[in-house]
């Protein structure tokens, strides 16, 4: 009855939906009294104290700090391709039929251009493809400035496998041909008249990245000797000076002129070929 009663109060005291359903009778209400409200609420109160308390919620296992993501392996570099021609000053001097078999024996695509397009070239082709996975082009994307002679493409090539082990894929010039251009400050005929020399600006890293020749060639010593070893330059730098002094101590080019040798080419190396000369001018 005492349970009866205590559970009665409770309902009312709380107020439940449960009591506005199922009105107690009216025996029940008179035979409240105040102490037994209390005890009602007391009584609940216990039986909610000895409820088992809720399970607390489990925690997810500890993550173990030491288990490392599984890392993709690098990306193997695909193989240096196989490059069959002269790495030496004959290359300046090849015939026409020569330096064309040579482009064609290496699969690299070019057109032949009418010597109407390009006024003073020996042999002018547009290179529509890369030289042995080294796509070559000018940094404006200028059609008449991408004209070459087929032996600077020959001479390109000859170099495209050690680009390639240095991660090039690709070479950005400020340009190959320029009609009529002359040696700054003289009359003499420049090498970019006959698209036999190119004005080296950028190198395009496999990763993306590039090697602009006005930031990553460090050492600006203006007359020092480009291919001596005693440049105070970080590995970058010297791994870029090393790709060019190698083609100059071949001998590939005759002409070459790096950010040493006067400010007209603090940003970029002119290469250039010359046939029929004994000589070679590196500054
Ligand atoms: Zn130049």
Do not use: K
């Not at 037994?36 to 000895?50: F, G, I, K, R």
């Not at 000053?89 to 330096?99: I, K, M, P, W």
């Not at 290496?106 to 493809?129: N, Q, S, T, W």
Request: glycine share 6%.
């Amino acid at each position: 009855m005492r349970t009866s009663l205590a559970l009665a109060a409770l309902v009312l005291a709380l107020g439940s939906s449960v009591a506005e359903a199922q009105t107690p009778p009216p025996a029940f209400e008179l035979a409240l009294r105040e102490s037994d409200c209390m005890d009602a609420v007391h009584a609940a109160l216990a039986v909610a104290d000895e409820a088992p308390a809720p399970e607390p919620p489990v925690a997810p296992p500890p993550r173990n700090e030491s288990v490392t993501e599984p890392v993709a392996p690098p990306p193997t570099p695909p193989p240096t391709p196989r490059v069959t021609v002269p790495r030496d000053r004959t290359v300046a001097s090849l015939s026409e039929d020569a330096c064309l078999g040579m482009l064609r024996s290496h699969d690299v695509d070019f057109h032949r251009l009418d010597p109407a397009e390009a006024r003073g070239v020996g042999i002018p082709i547009r290179l529509d493809g890369p030289l042995a996975g080294i796509t070559v082009r000018s940094r404006g994307h200028s059609e008449l400035h991408e004209i070459v002679d087929c032996r600077l493409a020959v001479a390109l090539l000859a170099w495209a496998p050690e680009l390639h082990e240095a991660g090039v894929v690709e070479v950005h010039h400020y340009s190959t041909y320029r009609p009529g251009a002359r040696v700054g400050g003289s009359r003499r005929r420049s090498g970019h008249a006959n698209a036999l020399a190119i004005d080296l600006a950028v190198l395009v890293m496999r990763d993306g990245s590039e090697r602009e020749i006005l930031t990553a060639w460090e050492s600006r010593a203006r007359g020092a000797a480009p291919c001596d070893d005693d440049h105070d330059e970080g590995p970058e730098s010297a791994s870029l000076r090393r790709l060019v002094c190698s083609v100059a101590e071949d001998e590939l080019f005759q002409i070459v002129l790096t950010p040493h040798y006067d400010a007209a080419h603090a940003n970029h190396v002119h290469l250039e070929l010359r046939p029929g000369v004994s000589w070679q001018y590196v500054h």
